[in-house]
């Protein structure tokens, strides 16, 4: 459970800045890594994300997990298209298939080139947005979506689903316990069986913790309307040092 918490996030150098330049900040950023066609601006957003989560102090775990998924789709790609497209060839390998016959393996230097230049937008896009996740809380970012206009109803589903996410993690957890004490996982067809009925457990929960939770919020007066933070003014130091910093990285990016 302490991995998908905000248990880590005390205060630090990004914990009183607005979370609306943070947002805005985020997404310019975003824009410049998946738009730039090269290294440098993905390695150094990269870099510096890193070191941002470093300082307020990440849990080593949790920023592993985090980046686990990310990273293993970088590295698909990149042997995707290393094995599978361009036009350089590296290296030729015939492997023999149970029919007798070859199946040829060609490494491609162009296509590896393009993996990396990928794999690379997919690090430091998954980058800012980790850092962005880890410096504010859940309910400043959905108050900053609202103060940019966001649909109503896509804010209230996305606080709704971080909301029950714990609670069916909670649930998977004893479900899960329960079946590896009856040795439910001592094999790989009863760990597929017990995964399935785990799996289906907790469907089955779902669609009876949304029906509970809309009733509740009927008989409480619930009109559709959540209430949400109120933000403050915008401070003029955060809006120059966020314009400055912008400016920085519109340099590399033009590079």
Avoid at 96 to 110: E, K, V
Avoid at 153 to 167: G, K, N, P, T
């Amino acid at each position: 459970m302490e991995l998908f918490s905000e248990y880590f996030k005390k205060e630090h150098m990004l914990s009183k800045v607005d979370a609306r330049v943070k947002i805005l900040v985020s997404l310019a950023v975003l824009s410049m890594v998946l738009s730039y066609k090269g290294f440098a601006l993905p390695l150094l957003v990269t870099i510096l994300c890193l070191f941002l989560c470093i300082k307020i102090r990440i849990p080593l775990r949790v920023f592993i997990l985090r980046f686990s998924e990310p990273v293993f789709i970088a590295l698909v790609i990149v042997l995707i298209k290393f094995l599978f497209s361009g036009k350089e060839i590296i290296f030729s390998i015939s492997l023999p298939t149970s029919h007798f016959s070859l199946f040829t393996l060609t490494g491609h230097r162009d296509g590896l080139m393009d993996g990396l230049f990928i794999a690379c937008r997919i690090i430091g896009a998954v980058s800012v947005v980790a850092a962005l996740g880890f410096s504010t809380p859940f309910t400043e970012i959905m108050a900053g979506l609202s103060w940019f206009k966001i649909p109503k109803s896509f804010i209230e589903i996305l606080m709704f689903a971080y909301r029950y996410i714990f609670v069916f993690l909670e649930d998977a957890f004893v479900i899960y316990n329960a079946q590896k004490n009856r040795l439910g996982y001592s094999s790989i067809k009863r760990g597929l069986n017990s995964f399935g009925t785990l799996t289906g457990s907790l469907v089955i929960k779902a669609f009876e913790h949304s029906q509970n939770t809309t009733t509740a919020m009927i008989q409480r007066g619930y009109d559709g309307n959540m209430p949400l933070l109120r933000h403050k003014p915008f401070k003029s130091s955060e809006l120059i040092l966020s314009f400055l910093f912008l400016i920085a990285m519109g340099v590399v990016w033009k590079i």
